[in-house]
Structures are given as C-alpha cells and as structure tokens.
C-alpha cells in the first residue's frame, strides 16, 4: 500500500467507523509509537497492533483524537495534514529551547496528548470533531511551552 492509494481510497474522517492497525517500518518513523494516515494507525511493533485493534487503551484514545481532529477540518484529511504541516513548521522555531518542537508545541499533538488518557473525551464531541486544538493554535509559541512544560 502506498500513500497516494491511502490518499485515494481513504474514506473521509466522518465516514471511519473503526480505525484498524498495521505494522509498518516505512509509514511509522522511529522515536514515534503510532502515527495515523488516513484513517489507519501504523505502528512499528506488533504488540501494539494488536492492542490498538483489541480497542485498548491510550494510544488507540490518542490516535482516534486525531480523527476527530480531521472532522473539525472541514472532514478532511488532505486540510488537517496541511494544518499540521503549517503548525508544525512554525513550531520547529522553537527546536534551540526544546527538542521535537515541532511536534511536542503543535497543537493537534498538546490535544491529544492531553486528553489521550481520558477515554470518555470524544463523548463530547458528535460528528463536528475535536476542537480543543484551536485553543492552543490561538496561543503563541511561547505559551505554549510554558503550558507544556506545567504539564
């Protein structure tokens, strides 16, 4: 499988009823447990195949947060991975103060990663999506290493 057959057969965020995992050495970088494209979680080790698709625990809340994120984008991926990217990009600024900037100050990730142990934070939310990552895109990159590092 490759990106651009993800890219056009993916369904749309609204439409993933259940995301499945797969392991993978290519789609999944190192340093990183998971990460979700398109509606399907990549990870590098099978032990965590199996408990994503067993639908336990933090990383499967963590993963599927990110769905929900990609509804709040218009229900689109190709929008949320270009809001990621420009997130992501401005952040990387940051890489002398603090190292990974550009993924520990994005705010998809502080979302997440702060509600990733809550397993009934989606309960909230409908089919609008995630939208707790705008508050913390509303707020400059120096706040939001000071809230990250308060964490």
Known sequence: MNI????????RPASVKRMLAVRSDFFCPKGYEAITLFGTVFTRAQ?????????YGALLNHEQIHLR????????WILFYIRYGWYWLRAC????????????????EM?????DHDLHYLDQFG??????WRKYAKM????????????
């Open 93 to 108: 600024r940051m890489r002398k103060k603090m190292k990974n900037s550009g993924y520990w100050l994005n705010p998809f």
């Open 69 to 76: 994120q990609a509804q709040s984008c218009h229900n689109s």
């Open 47 to 55: 032990n965590l195949v199996d408990l994503i698709n067993d639908r």
């Open 111 to 115: 979302e997440a990663y702060k509600n």
């Open 127 to 132: 089919q609008k999506g995630a939208t707790g």
């Open 4 to 11: 651009f057959q993800l890219l056009i057969f993916s369904p």
């Open 140 to 151: 400059s990159l120096e706040e939001r290493m000071q809230f990250y590092r308060r964490r």
